[in-house]
């Protein structure tokens, strides 16, 4: 029996698989920038920058709802035309979905052997990646493969919906408790903005040095209409950074930040923009009002040829 599909019935199911797909990519993204927050790599330790799950908590506030919005209308066609369950594109879509979440399955299993067999450390965060990974891959096989089948009844369905709803819940709760609330990622964004302004200060002093032999009196010395250089201004208040000139070589550049550097992250220099030597790039701050002392090494920076 030939089932005819119309416009509507594609783009619902479509539209179902792509909010299925988003939501589940999402869900995962969000589920590893946890782990990695909470397990971070010895290499990831010295990175100042705080990681975002914005985008991954926008995703599932509109693609989860909206995939089951459009699952409830399919079902609704199901009721009216049961032959719409064996649309080729159903079929189709469900069977691709279902090798998908196999296969991660399988590629998770025979990742942690692999690494095992080979004597790698099996870190904490790393087994928990696996574990989230295996528990929503191994999820979707099974709900797939029940679909596939057609021996979901309504009240089963209400269950995976419920069970869906309270793990992408918690997985926002757990993501803001560890990686901070959108307001503590706006004041970190702040900061982060406040270091790359302070390193770009920094580098037009050097090359100011390097121009006219001495540093500048004040910021307002460093401007330039020709390069279009305009000493920035604190993006929160709007307030000009604070710069000293302390000696014939050495300066201080000052800003007011929101929040101390990570503790566990701050063993190391923000990562480099400019040049290193002779100035010293360690932006490691405290909270509150913040100086760094620089001093030009003249042998690594000598003043350029007129």
Not at 214 to 228: A, F, H, V, Y
Request: net charge neutral; aromatic share 12%.
């Amino acid at each position: 029996m030939n089932t005819k599909i119309t416009a509507k019935d594609f783009f619902l199911q479509l539209g179902a698989i792509v909010t299925f797909y988003a939501s589940t990519i999402a869900l995962v993204t969000l589920l590893f920038e946890v782990i990695n927050t909470a397990y971070p790599k010895v290499a990831d330790a010295y990175s100042y920058f705080s990681p975002s799950i914005s985008l991954q908590v926008a995703t599932l506030i509109v693609a989860f709802p909206l995939f089951i919005f459009l699952s409830w209308l399919m079902q609704k066609s199901y009721v009216a035309d049961p032959s719409l369950r064996s649309a080729p594109i159903r079929i189709w879509l469900s069977y691709i979905t279902l090798f998908v979440a196999g296969a991660v399955v399988v590629g998770d299993l025979v990742t942690v052997i692999y690494m095992f067999l080979d004597g790698q450390e099996l870190t904490a965060g790393f087994l928990l990646k696996v574990l989230a990974l295996l528990l929503i891959a191994g999820g979707v096989f099974l709900y797939y493969l029940r679909e596939i089948r057609n021996v979901i009844s309504s009240g089963e369905r209400q269950i995976w919906r419920v069970v869906a709803l309270l793990v992408i819940a918690g997985s926002i709760i757990l993501g803001f408790s560890v990686i901070g609330s959108p307001a503590s990622q706006r004041q970190l964004r702040y900061d982060t903005q406040r270091v790359s302004d302070l390193q770009n200060i920094q580098w037009q002093i050097v090359n100011y040095y390097q121009q006219k032999e001495i540093l500048p009196n004040t910021l307002e010395n460093l401007e330039d209409p020709l390069s279009g250089f305009v000493a920035p201004t604190d993006p929160q208040t709007r307030e000009s950074y604070v710069y000293k000139k302390t000696g014939n070589l050495s300066f201080e550049l000052c800003a007011t930040f929101n929040k101390p550097t990570n503790a566990s992250r701050s063993s190391a220099p923000y990562p480099m923009m400019y040049p290193k030597g002779g100035i010293d790039e360690n932006w490691e701050h405290t909270s509150g009002a913040q100086c760094f002392p620089r001093t030009i090494d003249p042998d690594l920076y000598p003043p350029r040829m007129k």
